[in-house]
């Protein structure tokens, strides 16, 4: 019930952040809920040098999402206890807040994007987006990539192949390339995000993979 009634309040516009749990070293290693719902954020823990936290849960999920959907530092986290003393703990409720918190400072940055489109940049910032595993998920999210695929998503869903791995180039009007990458587009409701020029002019972004070649045109305003 409590999985359900997180889908209910993800499906009423609210982004919601929930700790994977803390049964990483159990049989039953699975996400808890109601992180294990499709439309949860869930946030599976590290220590201080990236390396996966054994107690944190994992997937696979049942409906074959991938779980966690990212992780952030549970391990040897640095908190204010109960008494006010500042010591380090462990625990995927302490990697949660820290992604709750990435997740309102770039929404309230760009209060106008949809939930869905700021999950999926906070995915598509991550460190092992393109390789997602059933421990860290997409990985650690990146803050300022996040951000700045906000400032730069495009509708190019339309005839790109789905679940594919799709590299694009970006060049100016005249020809220079000013940078590149990989994405994979999951579903068909998802936006291309790239990290766009910062000089404002008109450009031209290709995309291409196996069988697979489109070019469009994007301006950057001042």
Known sequence: PISIG???ACSKGIIVVNSAGNSGNSSWHYIGAPA??????????VDENEEFASFSSYGPNADGAVKPNVVAQGKNTVIISSSDTVRTGNGTSFSSPITAGMVACIWGAQPNQTPAAVKGAIYKSADRYLNPDDQFGYGIP????AY??????????????????????????????????KTILYNEDSALSFIKPKTAGVYIIHLFSDGF???NKFIVLE
């Open 36 to 45: 294990d719902n499709f439309d949860v954020l869930s946030v599976g823990a």
């Open 6 to 8: 997180a889908g209910i």
């Open 213 to 215: 070649e489109l070019n």
């Open 142 to 145: 990146n803050y300022y990539n």
């Open 148 to 181: 700045q695929l906000l400032n730069s998503s495009i509708n190019l869903s339309q005839g790109v192949p789905i679940n594919t791995l799709i590299e694009y180039k970006v060049y100016t009007i005249d020809g220079k390339e000013m940078n590149n990458g």
